[in-house]
């Protein structure tokens, strides 16, 4: 037999053994087969060929953005029908700058401004201003706001609570609670897709997986085949699927993953955006507040002292228990010509609340002074009063 002959046999016969993905990689670094011949499969029998692309530098995997590449590489951590699959889609809004930053923080600012949050961050400059505007409209409160060594601060939980019922008496706690949003959404919302690159863009080098971009992130990646070929040293024999050493690889790395989606903004808080934000419209609503307060009719003497009482006793739109425990009024509108308050009024034994009006001083004899009276007596002085304020 020739030589040109045992040279055909030889090559039809090594074109037919089929060969093991470590083969393939080898093959393929020395250019022996072509791109297209080369298909490779987990243990599953996926090939996810949605995601790779093979050529001659190395496999390359293509994404569409950070919920396919958080999805691919980490499907564990982000399995399809699971939290973590939800996770890696608004991960991705984020990223784009599609979350509702400002929809998520004005859910919240309600029980932020009930539970003082909102008021305790105001800074020093917003407190200098709210003082003045405080010593006109409500000394009893503007002592809560102290000064030392030109900074001005809130003294204690009382203060923070005073401060905020007195807000609400004077019909600026909806304009506060949009500067608090306001500045909570500055703080974050142009850090959080920086967070997100820092954390995964290029999270994959220590097994390989590089940044085929120098401009985007989660839009293709490449391992070259000399660090597939390195996979099989590492982590498994020659006649494992490279597929299967990949995902094993990625999961032994000590790589940095994302905290739950709500907990990111705790993590790439920006305090000057904040202050600069929240000290710039708080600026806005105290100077408006200022100016009605100084040139509005409105504001006259009696008002202001009517505003400050009521302040004292939890401020307009809360419920209001007496001391007694068996009467619950909100105050509603205050009438500046009249001081007459529109109030709402029910007892420990219904739910229906009754709408009244009187004086801030009635309101005040009825959930305060009940020590004046027996319970036959407290009964007789309710009903009067009842008789006397309901609409």
């Known amino acids: 037999m020739n030589m040109f002959k045992k040279r055909f046999l030889y090559e039809q016969e090594e074109e037919e053994v089929e060969l093991n993905d470590f083969q393939k990689i080898l093959a393929i670094n020395k250019r022996r087969i072509h791109p297209s011949d080369v298909e490779f499969y987990n243990s599953e029998g996926k090939d996810f060929s949605d995601v790779i692309d093979i050529d001659y530098d190395g496999i390359h995997f293509k994404f569409d953005g950070l919920e396919e590449f958080l999805k691919f590489f980490f499907p564990n951590e982000h399995e399809e029908g699971s939290d973590g699959e939800y996770d890696a ?6 990223y784009r700058n599609q979350w509702d930053w400002y929809g998520d923080y004005s859910d919240r600012s309600y029980d932020d401004w009930r ?5 305790s961050a105001f800074k020093s400059d917003s407190l200098k ?8 409209a409500s000394p009893s409160t503007s002592k809560y706001i102290v000064e030392k060594e030109g900074k001005y601060s809130i003294e204690g939980e009382t203060g923070e609570t005073q401060i905020t019922s ?23 919302s142009g850090e959080v897709p920086k967070y997100i690159e820092e954390t995964h863009c290029n999270g994959l080098t220590d097994v390989g997986i590089e940044n085929y971009s120098d401009r985007h992130c989660f839009w293709r990646y490449i391992m070259d085949w000399g660090s597939a070929v390195l996979l099989f040293a590492r982590f498994g024999t020659e006649n494992d699927k490279f597929l299967d050493l990949l995902f ?14 709500y907990e990111i ?8 955006a904040f202050t600069t934000t929240y000290v710039s419209e708080l600026d806005r609503v105290f100077d408006k507040l200022l100016d009605r307060i100084e040139d509005d009719g409105v504001y006259n003497k009696g008002y202001l002292e009517v505003l400050d009482k009521v302040s004292k006793i939890g401020g307009v739109g809360e419920w209001i228990t007496s001391k007694n425990k068996k009467v619950k009024l909100r ?42 009276f027996d319970v036959e007596q407290f009964r007789e002085h309710y009903l009067k009063f009842l008789q006397k304020t309901i609409l």
């Open 115 to 119: 539970e003082n949050y909102v008021v």
């Open 248 to 261: 094993e690889a990625i999961g032994k790395s000590s790589i940095s993953h994302l905290p739950e989606y």
């Open 166 to 188: 007195i807000l609400t008496t004077l019909g600026v706690d909806d304009d506060v609670q949009e500067a608090y949003v306001d500045a909570n959404v500055a703080a974050i």
């Open 89 to 94: 889609i608004n991960y991705d809004r984020m």
């Open 129 to 136: 201003k709210l003082k003045e505007i405080l010593n006109i």
């Open 265 to 272: 903004q705790y993590n790439v808080w920006d305090d000057v």
């Open 331 to 372: 105050i509603g509108n205050i009438d500046p010509e009249t001081l007459k308050i529109d109030f709402h009024i029910t007892n420990n034994k219904t739910y229906d609340a009754k709408k009244g009006r009187s004086t801030i001083d009635e309101i005040i004899n009825l959930l305060y002074n009940e020590s004046l």
